[in-house]
């Protein structure tokens, strides 16, 4: 079992920036690859970024490739979003996602947090 719980989320201006984070616990965090997903309201939820249990390949949806990072730490069980020139239209609950079948860049995921909302005005 993994538990994953998500912060860093909040209100912020367009074109600036928030960094979310995602710590990790239960069983070996360096067996899973990680990712974050986000669902707006009214919207299905999609993904975001995920990089691989090394952290030696990282993924990202188009809408967010060159101003979102997502990098991790094993030493510390957490992963990482950072988040730059954020837009009205990134404003939704972000969720981290732990999986093991190298299946997130399709939607699943073996584990799930509960959500972190970022809201961006304009």
């Not at 690859?33 to 990089?51: C, D």
Request: aromatic letters at 12%.
């Amino acid at each position: 079992q993994v538990q994953l719980v998500e912060s860093g989320g909040g209100l912020v201006q367009a074109g600036g920036s928030l960094r979310l984070s995602c710590a990790a616990s239960g069983r070996t965090f360096d067996s899973y690859a990680m990712g974050w997903f986000r669902q707006a309201p009214g919207k299905e939820r999609e993904f975001v970024a995920a990089i691989s249990w090394s952290g030696g390949s990282t993924y990202y949806a188009d809408s967010v490739k060159g101003r979102f990072t997502i990098s991790r730490d094993n030493a510390d069980y957490t992963v990482y979003l950072q988040m730059n020139i954020l837009k009205p239209e990134d404003t939704a609950v972000y969720y981290c996602a732990a999986d093991s079948h190298g299946r997130l860049r399709v939607g699943v995921s073996e584990y799930w947090g509960k959500g972190t909302q970022v809201t961006v005005s304009s």
